[in-house]
């Protein structure tokens, strides 16, 4: 049981460029995130899947898409990157474990510069 | 819009001492309160959680008070050990089970010998 998984662990990117994060967990769980982490400022919500097919967007959706491309997969793509999505980027799953608790389980992240 | 505002910011406390981080909402729609601990170079981890129903709740030596009237929830550490040295952040949602999770900024907490 790998939990949640995310690839690459690294990333240079040159402003222009496009890439994709991928995401993947094993836990059966139907929510699926993604949040980027920049000093000071948390982790912010910039997708959401409640299952698969559909997507939400979070608190900070701009230059970013997203795919849930079936239960266990969940990618995020930067089409044009900025020096302003230079972040690390977490990838989560969650579920309900008691009728007061549920829990999100997270990546080990995603260290992302654009320079 | 900061909707949950936590803080220290940076926190040092002597091993054995009680380490106290503040968290502050303002949307009073919001029914799930987690802590989460972030280790360097990992992604976070659910510490422990409290719906508004009740004012305390406790695990081992995790404990978060909460209070309603003033939109505000902390969590306590007692018996503080150097290997509860980590960023711990506050979240919030609203519609339990909605999951979208709001954060705090995060206190980084270090104890010392």
């Known amino acids: 049981n790998a939990g949640v998984t995310q690839t690459p662990k690294f990333q240079v990117l040159k402003t222009g460029q496009s890439m994709t994060l991928q995401c993947a967990q094993d836990?059966?769980?139907?929510?699926m995130y993604w949040y980027r982490q920049d000093p000071g400022m948390g982790l912010r919500l910039i997708y959401y899947s409640a299952s698969e097919g559909t997507t939400d967007k979070g608190e900070v959706p701009n230059g970013y898409n997203v795919s849930r491309l079936n239960k266990r997969e969940f990618s995020l793509r930067l089409e044009s990157a900025a020096p302003s999505q230079t972040s690390v980027y977490f990838c989560a799953s969650s579920e309900l474990v008691t009728a007061s608790l549920y829990e999100q389980y997270f990546g080990p992240g995603t260290r992302l510069t654009v320079t | 819009q900061q909707q949950v505002k936590q803080s220290p910011q940076s926190l040092i406390v002597q091993k054995g001492g009680i380490s106290i981080i503040n968290c502050a909402y303002e949307?009073?729609?919001?029914?799930?309160f987690p802590w989460y601990q972030q280790f360097p170079g990992k992604g976070p981890a659910l510490l422990i959680a409290?719906?508004?129903?009740?004012s305390e709740k406790k695990e081992g030596r995790f404990t978060i008070s909460f209070n309603k009237s003033a939109k505000q929830f902390s969590l306590h550490i007692m018996d503080s050990q150097p290997g509860d040295s980590a960023t711990y952040f506050c979240a919030a949602s609203r519609d339990f089970g909605n999951e979208k999770l709001t954060f705090g900024t995060g206190t980084r907490l270090t104890i010392i010998p």
């Open positions: 409290i719906r508004p129903d009740v």
């Open positions: 836990m059966n769980h139907n929510s």
């Open positions: 949307n009073t729609a919001f029914d799930y």
